[in-house]
């Protein structure tokens, strides 16, 4: 089965900083899809940004970008001149593309917080 | 409605009793999931529908757990004889297909139906 660690419960960054979400994750699997979410307080889950595992370039959107090391299993999400509505908890999630199961399998969270 | 929509927003249940989960999709969608989100925790799968058919329920926890979708869009969630531990914030969400297809495949998730079981 696979998994998702997200090593760091809590991160902190001032305003138009630059902070780094680290996510790894296990699978024996070669095509899956990689993803962020971030869930506000209180507010429902929104998606950041994807990555499909077959693709090389590091998916971005807009202040959002991530570092995508196949090889490692490693997938971090990079959030440059952080903003003051960017205080959320962080998702990285995986999708298999193999079987039936359309499921998302999600880390931990790491609870960020931008300070003013 | 412009998004998925979850009812009641909190419940609370003495330990024991039956409580159930009401999930509006968002028009239109094929797709719809149930997670599991227990505090400080990421969210947890539960189960997964393409229109009314229940195509996958592995991630039920227990038989006192029951999910439906009798016309391919309302959904219940339904727990019967409530325990603590069932004590979690139940998400739904839906998307327009498949959520392997990226393009028209992107998951919305519902505000969230906060459990507390006495």
């Known amino acids: 089965a696979q998994t998702v660690t997200q090593s760091q419960p809590e991160m902190s960054v001032q305003e138009a900083e630059t902070v780094t979400l680290s996510c790894t994750y296990d699978t024996s699997e070669n095509n899956y899809y990689l993803f962020w979410y971030k869930q506000p307080p209180s507010r429902q889950m929104i998606l950041v940004i994807r990555?499909?595992?077959?693709?090389?370039q590091n998916a971005t959107e807009n202040r959002f970008s991530v570092n995508f090391q196949k090889a490692a299993k490693s997938f971090s999400l990079k959030i440059s001149d952080s903003q003051l509505g960017d205080t959320a908890m962080y998702f990285c999630?995986?999708?298999?593309?193999?079987?039936?199961?359309?499921?998302?399998?999600f880390g931990k969270g790491t609870k960020l917080t931008v300070n003013p | 409605g412009a998004g998925v929509s979850q009812s009641p927003r909190y419940k609370v249940a003495k330990r024991g009793q039956d409580v159930a989960l009401r999930c509006d999709p968002i028009?239109?969608?094929?797709?719809l999931f149930w997670y599991q989100q227990a505090l400080g925790q990421g969210p947890e799968f539960l189960t997964y529908?393409?229109?009314?058919?229940?195509?996958?329920k592995s991630g039920l926890p227990s038989d006192r757990f029951f999910a439906e979708r009798p016309e391919g869009s309302v959904s219940t969630l339904k727990i019967q004889r409530t325990q603590q531990e069932d004590s979690a914030v139940y998400l739904c969400?839906?998307?327009?297909?498949?959520?392997?297809?990226?393009?028209?495949?992107?998951?919305?998730f519902g505000e969230g139906s906060r459990l507390t079981v006495l």
């Open positions: 969400a839906s998307s327009l297909t498949s959520p392997r297809d990226l393009i028209t495949g992107e998951l919305f």
């Open positions: 990555q499909e595992a077959y693709k090389q």
């Open positions: 999630a995986f999708m298999s593309l193999q079987g039936g199961s359309e499921k998302l399998v």
């Open positions: 529908f393409q229109n009314e058919a229940q195509l996958d």
């Open positions: 028009s239109g969608h094929v797709s």
